[in-house]
């Protein structure tokens, strides 16, 4: 307990090494996920991963009605007792039993809505998947709860493992969606069984605090509902006007341009949630902890999201082959809607822990709104990339709806957020057409790959650090890595 308390006292420290465990988790867990995709790629159609993604969208649209927020609940609450733990076990877990069966019932329409009769299959041996995990152990909410990262890197790292290799030897015998499905179910078993090899809690049956739980969830509910519409409602609609094959290549070509910013930007916000729980009471540091965290996600995200779209053609020829070349397009839209649709993303922490669940809720729904009013005509004229379009244009609202919230009931001010936003915004930009003006496009993707990684990876954090000197040298990400730099040479000096 000594070291989360001392987490706690320093929410730059706390806020630096969650991120660098949350990051660290999802980018070892994406990056098997990419090398297994790429080898994937060469057995299975993208029609193979319409199929799924089919699946899945039905999958996401039943959750999240039903979803209760339970773990979500239980970080929020500031000291929580068993009865809490348990009650929100149980709640979960008739909230999977619920979700497994709706999807089983709803299956057959699915099968109607995508024209595509494989689906059903899928859904149900997912759902079936779905109503065991939601018995998984409640302790690893716990140790989310108590900052207990590394936890949650190991099962999340074994649980990915364990998917692929499944996943590969299925393909060997099954070369079509199946072998994707099993190692799906995989996945799901040993995470389930790592949750209680690996957290010492042990749950039981509790009713009592069911309506604590529902009193503290039932906004973040509606956030979640209007959230998942913004994410998923472009890909029901491709899936709908696209066959299996188009909407494979339009729903890879969404994940890969997304991942930088999409999997990054979310991901490092994590691990920021409960340090603001934890300083509910001094909303100064709050709000200074929620500026350092919007400079240092956007310093990571911008760069690397503009970085991918500078070099999207290669990186689709060299990751997926040659009858993927199609994708490219979506990969590069994508990649600038990720970094646009998360630039205020961690506003959203300290909205959730201020109690402002209404506003943040509102400007969720204001955005799945537009999308839908620009969705329309432009898919009309522009078919998929005029979904592409719609997406680009709600992401950019709902980071001016974010800004202006934070500023008129945050209380934060705008040139606050100007400063944490110019240095990485500008640089990435100038990043972007640097690599677009040096690259050679007649060399193969991996040296074309290769030299935008090099051109980026040396002009980003050279500007970065440049204009950090030039403005003062403020406290934030550089300071720690400035810090730690003159730490280790110190370090290596005295050994000298």
Not at 7 to 23: E, H, Q, T
Not at 163 to 185: E, K, N, S
Not at 444 to 467: D, E, H, N, R
Request: aromatic fraction near 12%; include cysteine.
């Amino acid at each position: 307990m000594a070291k989360d308390k001392s987490l706690n006292d320093n929410p730059r420290k706390a806020i630096f090494l969650g991120a660098a465990w949350a990051v660290g988790m999802r980018w070892s867990v994406k990056a098997i996920g990419l090398l297994n995709t790429a080898i994937m790629a060469r057995f299975l159609a993208p029609e193979d991963y319409g199929i799924v993604a089919m699946a899945y969208l039905v999958v996401g649209l039943v959750e999240i009605f039903l979803d209760v927020g339970a773990g979500a609940a239980l970080v929020r609450l500031k000291k929580v007792t068993k009865e809490q733990i348990d009650s929100a076990w149980t709640l979960r877990g008739l909230q999977g039993i619920l979700i497994g069966t709706i999807i089983a019932l709803v299956s057959p329409l699915a099968v109607t809505y995508f024209n595509e009769p494989r689906v059903q299959n899928v859904l149900l041996v997912v759902g079936s998947c779905i109503a065991l995990m939601g018995f998984s152990n409640i302790g690893m909410t716990l140790a989310y709860k108590n900052l207990e990262f590394a936890l949650e890197y190991r099962v999340a790292i074994l649980t990915k493992v364990f998917g692929v290799i499944a996943t590969l030897i299925a393909a060997l015998f099954l070369p079509d969606y199946r072998a994707l499905v099993v190692g799906i179910v995989t996945g799901y078993i040993f995470e389930w069984t790592l949750s209680y090899l690996m957290h010492p809690y042990r749950p039981s049956w509790n009713t009592s605090k069911f309506g604590e739980i529902w009193g503290v969830s039932k906004w973040m509910m509606m956030t979640g509902i209007g959230g998942y519409f913004l994410r998923r409602t472009d890909q029901l609609v491709a899936g709908r006007i696209a066959n299996a094959n188009d909407y494979g290549l339009y729903s890879v070509g969404s994940e890969i341009g997304q991942l930088p910013a999409g999997e990054l930007g979310p991901t490092m916000v994590r691990s920021l949630f409960p340090i603001l729980a934890s300083l509910q009471n001094d909303v100064e540091r709050a709000k200074s902890a929620t500026l350092k965290t919007l400079a240092a996600v956007n310093t990571v995200t911008m760069p690397l999201g503009l970085g991918l779209a500078a070099v999207s053609q290669p990186v689709t020829m060299l990751l997926l082959g040659e009858k993927w070349t199609a994708a490219t397009p979506f990969i590069t839209a994508f990649a600038i809607i990720g970094t646009t649709q998360f630039i205020m993303i961690p506003f959203n922490a300290l909205l959730n822990v201020r109690g402002h669940l209404k506003a943040q809720t509102n400007i969720v729904w204001i955005q799945f709104a537009i999308f839908c009013l620009s969705c329309y005509p432009l898919t009309l004229h522009f078919q998929l990339m005029g979904i592409v379009a719609a997406r680009m244009i709600s992401g950019l609202s709902s980071g001016i709806m974010l800004g202006i919230v934070a500023n008129r009931i945050l209380n934060i001010r705008v040139q606050s957020i100007a400063a944490a936003l110019f240095r990485p915004l500008l640089g990435s930009i100038l990043m972007y057409f640097l690599i677009d003006f040096i690259l050679i496009r007649n060399l193969s993707p991996f040296f074309q790959v290769l030299q935008g990684v090099a051109v980026g990876g040396f002009f980003f954090p050279a500007w970065i650090f440049f204009t950090w000197f030039l403005v003062g040298k403020p406290d934030g990400v550089e300071r720690t890595i400035y810090d730690q730099g003159i730490k280790i040479l110190e370090k290596f000096n005295r050994k000298s």
